[in-house]
């Protein structure tokens, strides 16, 4: 009988496809060293989302099989091949190591070393650095491991254009700033979970309204950070105002966490952080290939460094 639906299961492949999504527009967000926007060649962009989307796949797979006991005792994750049994951990180990051999061939072949070794640190960073080590020893390992989930956009542009560009990091910094307030609201949510577990996350460790607290200090941070891609000229107009909008609408549900009675409403938060991320980074990718190439608008910010 073909196991493909828990295959598929150890890939989580609804959070690998934001991954990707915030790879692809990397890719089409590069710039080469003049400035000028460049486009991924059919390799590049292939080959480069097909690798990325590999190791990504990868290095959940490798999560299922380091966190199984973890998984089993949280409701959340209760249903996962391996805690149920239906995969056995031979099977998950053989399945993320090849999905990792896989895609450190195509892009060391097929894209550039760079973007290879920086998917491979990423790798490591989120299976080991995050899930072996951070996750049981520290209520900041999800802020520190975050940097492994923020590298996709930077993945993307270094596939098409070989080399890093500071433009890029301002991507993997929106991404590390946006995990904590993505995640610890889900956590509040599932603080028996993870209690139950011993898994040290905020609110396990510090209390609910601590870790509100600090939802609403990252996501301040995160509005501020969304607003570099404008003042350094990377972007326009277009992308300001759906930051604005966007970022807003964060701080709304930061603020009314303190006051809601609503138990449901962190997942509301959570699933908010979901479309705000995917909705701003598609307005990067309109800003950057609308405003000025179709329509015109001289609407860039003189950097300001
Ligand atoms: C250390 C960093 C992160 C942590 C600890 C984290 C944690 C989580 C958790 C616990 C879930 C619930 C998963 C489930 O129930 O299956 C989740 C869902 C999700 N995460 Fe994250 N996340 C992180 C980074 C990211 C990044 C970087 C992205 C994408 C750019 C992302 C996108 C998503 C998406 C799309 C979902 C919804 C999945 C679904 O509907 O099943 N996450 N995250
Ligand atoms: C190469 C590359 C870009 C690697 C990044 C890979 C990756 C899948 C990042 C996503 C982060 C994530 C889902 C964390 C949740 O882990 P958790 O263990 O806290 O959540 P869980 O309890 O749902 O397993």
Redesign the pocket.
Known sequence: MTKFKQYLELT?PR??AL?VFC?VIGMFLAVDSDGNRVLPTWQSGLFGTLG?WL??????AF??LI?QR??KL?A??SH?PLATGELTPMQVFVFAMSLGIV?MLVLVLLVNMLTAVL??F??I???VI??AYL?RATPQ??VI??L??A??PV?GWTAVTGSLHPYALQLLLIIFVW?PPH?WALAIFRVDDYSRAQ?PMLPVTHGVTFTRWHILFYTVLLFLVTLLPFLTGMNGLIYLFGAVVLGIGFLWYAVRLFSSTDDFFPMKMFNYSIIYLMVLFAFLLADHWLVEPVIHLPVRFEPIV
């Open positions: 989580k959070v690998v991954l790879a990325i190791a990504s796949a990868s290095a959940a999560n299922h966190d973890i998984d949280m959340r994750t996962r895609s998917t491979f990423s790798l960073g989120y299976a995050y899930t996750k390992n999800i491991g975050g492994a989930g590298a996709p993945l995990t995640f898994v």
